[in-house]
């Protein structure tokens, strides 16, 4: 007997790639990523298009968090770039990578007032999973 389940459809994720190129960017990496070592078994075969958009959204986070914008600095999209930085660094093997990541994303939490204050995000499902 097989069994379906099904849960709201909560696009929350859909809107920071709308709003944010380096969330785009750093996303597209990820995804392709998965599908060259998962889907297409290539192991860990450096794919160009993937790693274009990874240096693209990579410059675009460093120059924001190079930037005046405090704000922006420690923004959702921001945190939700970082986030998907670091689990990609861990789905690659990379542990010390992704540690620095979350070390930094450690930072923004508590520059925004620590955990309490994502209650309720969807941001926060995903730092703690």
Do not use: Y
Request: proline letters at 1%; a neutral charge.
């Amino acid at each position: 007997m097989m069994a379906i389940g099904f849960e709201a459809d909560n696009k929350e994720w859909l809107n920071v790639l709308g709003q944010d190129v380096a969330a785009l960017h750093i996303t597209v990496f990820a995804i392709e990523s998965f599908i060259d070592r998962i889907l297409r078994h290539k192991g860990c075969d450096t794919n160009p298009t993937a790693m274009l958009h990874l240096q693209k959204g990579l410059n675009l986070l460093q120059d924001r968090l190079l930037g005046e914008d405090n704000e922006v600095k420690i923004s959702d999209t921001t945190m939700g770039a970082v986030l998907k930085l670091a689990g990609a660094s861990h789905f690659f093997g990379d542990f010390q990578g992704s540690k620095l990541h979350m070390e930094g994303l450690r930072k923004m939490v508590n520059l925004r007032g620590g955990l309490g204050v994502f209650k309720g995000k969807h941001l926060l499902i995903e730092m703690l999973r």
